[in-house]
């Protein structure tokens, strides 16, 4: 916190200095803000649009705090997104029953689509990027098989940023500081360049000097962050094209993301399946707090990235061609104790479980699209072709006593395990809805998707070992549906969709035998209904969602010995859900809004010999029976010159299982996130100050042994200073 003093005092003395004519004070309008969405790769308005999909602007991801994309898990039901014990720029996913829980890897792929700008994004290594200068966020939830198709077999999370335009301009500035010595400083600049041409400028830098974990081996707090963000965009456009360029570099460091120690007071961890009650959890080290941890090794994590992408689109009349070429390079590395770290004596430290791994990959996608109307104007049809290529490398390096059992020393490094993966991917696809009446519409889609992988894994001596395996997946993801408009302010839907998630291989093993058994793909019916209403003049919008998930081959990271983590089809699943979104205005300048998913899982069958089934397991991982978030902000005008805002939301979620075998259960746990800001009536200068985590909890989220854990921070301070030139 001793940065945000003179950030405060800079603060103030600008806003006693300024002398600029204000705006005169208005009250605050009443009323939901209208989003327009691209879910079905149409701008439509949300509460018209047939998918369960929860779409934030500018300003809500601002009053909501979402800083990274894990932080988007706050504001939309039954989403997981939470930390890999590795890097922090990484995280799991989990999304109705679907999950990935091992994101670090070079051979892992998500079960939810990450998209910016309309572009993939195939590693998680990463995908948890600051945000700066974000326009909307859109999550689609259940399967979108037939207009995204890879990997969206649980949903996709749409990144979209702000694209220039020779019409308008504006200039966002701030400073902020924060709690452990954190400052930073984001802004972003744009405008017309010459009649028809926009360009635009987006930066950010992060410096959090200070960790919050406590090594009693290192005998210093570790978690320390450095955050670099750059986008630049150019937009062309006149009555025929249009075409946007955008350069983007992301540079994120930290010296240590370590799970911290617990122990278990009332018995073993996950020993009431059917309730899904678990223990209490206390630390190890008498006399430290939760946050401590104690291997010697200097962890860290880098992960540095760029991309390019063009998005080129001619109106054809009735019709218009899109392009959508993207191609993206990723370095990411960490090193990491998996245990925590041992005591072997006092103040003697070894570490448990050190690993390093080194990764590189580089992809490039190629979308073209041809959509437009017909009959009359009852016909909305798009129809496409998608190419992606991809190519990565990981090293990896072992060394530690979890070993012992299997080398017999006190400390053994392991050999380099070496491994290699090309994806290649071809899609067809397309979905056409048909009004029937002014009130009746169908819409059906179909894709097409065929992966091809290879993979070449090295073991290096004394014992080599190598593994070369070439396989291909395919399927046919079909969707149909019925929508219905009963009046201007009721719409509802039935939807039939397919998810597909293509087999791979394993890349966190050591046995050759499971290292040369790839796993199959997975699959999932879902049955969608769902209704979105606004009330009271627009006042209230209530949109409700009821699915059923029938999940095939499921897909989950099991625990080996020897700190093998190999994926295995592990049966099939059903899961149910319901999904409620709530949001009203009740008295200009007050919004409240809330959040609710329940779900429950169920496993039809256990294949034989899966870590599920032996384990007796009766749960999925990530699956909590609900998910809750209730918030409120409120704006007013203090004097002719200054209006206050301020507001609070509170994100809760019940018990889960963290793995596969169901013998480690993280509690439920919630967080409460503020704000309050003072801002100029022309909305050009804002002072804020947020808290997030008040209550300060203690949030456990995820681990891989049931004696260490990863945390979510604890409470956390920040003041900013905000310019804006609309």
Known sequence: MTRILPVIAAGLLALSSWEAKAQDSSEPQQGLEEIVVTAQRREQLVQTTPVAVTALSASQIADLQIATTQDVAKAVPNLQLIPVTANPSTFQVGLRGGSEQTGGLIVSEPVVGIYVDDVYRARLQGANAQLTDVERIEVLRGPQGTLYGRNTFSGAIKLV?????????????????????????????????????????????????????????????????????????????????????????????????????????????????????????????????????????????????????????????????RSITGYRDLDDLFRWDLTGGFEVAPQTFLPGFDRQADATADQFSQEFQLQGTSEDGRLD?????????????????????????????????????????????????????????????????????????????????????????????????????????????????????????????????????????????????????????????????????????????????????????????????????????ISAAPAPGLNIFANIGLMDDDYGSLREGAAAATAGAVGLPLVADWTAQLGATYETALTERWRIRFGADYRAIDDYFVNVQNNLVIDGY???????????????????????????????????LIDALTMLRPRTYHVTLTYRQP
């Open 670 to 704: 919630g967080r409460l996130d503020a704000f309050a800001a003072l801002k100029s009536s022309d909305d050009r200068w804002e002072l804020s100050l947020q808290g997030r985590n008040l209550t300060d909890d203690a949030s456990y989220v995820s681990g891989a």
């Open 161 to 321: 940023t702000r694209t220039p335009s020779a019409e308008d301009s504006w200039l966002n500035f701030s400073v902020g500081a924060a709690s452990f010595d954190e400052t930073s400083i984001r802004g972003s600049v744009g405008g017309g360049v010459s009649e028809n041409l926009g360009a635009s400028l987006a930066f950010l830098y992060r410096d959090q000097s200070d960790g919050w974990i406590f090594n009693r081996a290192l005998n210093r707090d570790i978690g320390a962050e450095e955050n670099l963000a750059l986008r630049a965009k150019v937009a062309w456009s006149d009555d025929v094209w249009s075409v946007v360029g955008t350069l983007d570099y992301g540079d994120d460091s930290n010296d240590g993301y370590i799970p911290t120690l617990i122990s278990y007071t009332d018995g073993p961890p996950g020993q009431d399946f059917a309730n899904r009650r678990s223990t209490r959890q206390t630390t190890t080290i008498p006399g430290f707090d939760e946050y401590v941890t104690q291997t010697p090794i200097e962890s860290r994590g880098e992960t540095e990235q760029w991309g390019l992408s063009l998005d080129i689109s001619r109106d054809l009349g009735n019709m218009t061609f």
């Open 381 to 581: 049809w798009i129809g496409g072709l998608y190419y992606f290529t991809e190519s990565g490398e990981q090293v990896f390096t072992d060394a530690g006593i979890f070993f012992v059992p299997v080398t017999g020393s006190p400390f053994v490094p392991l050999p380099a395990f070496r491994q290699d993966i090309d994806s290649d991917s071809i899609a067809v696809f397309g979905q056409a809805t048909y009004q029937v009446s002014d009130q009746l519409s169908l819409t059906g889609g179909l894709r097409y998707t065929r992966d091809d992988k290879a993979f070449d894994a090295v073991i290096d001596p004394p014992t080599p070992v190598a593994v070369s395996l070439d396989e291909d997946f395919d399927a046919w993801t079909p969707k149909v549906g019925l929508e219905y408009t009963f009046n201007d302010d009721l719409f509802g839907y039935v939807s039939i969709s397919r998810g597909f998630k293509a087999g791979g291989f394993n890349g966190l093993v050591r046995d050759p035998a499971v290292l040369a058994t790839p796993y199959d793909p997975q699959f999932s019916w879902t049955y969608e209904a769902g209704i979105k209403a606004d009330w009271f003049d627009g006042l209230l919008r209530t949109n409700a969602t009821i699915f059923l998930n029938q999940l095939d081959d499921l897909q989950q990271v099991a625990s080996a010995p020897g700190g093998a983590f190999p994926v295995q089809n592990v049966g099939d699943a059903d899961v149910t859900g319901l999904e409620l979104e």
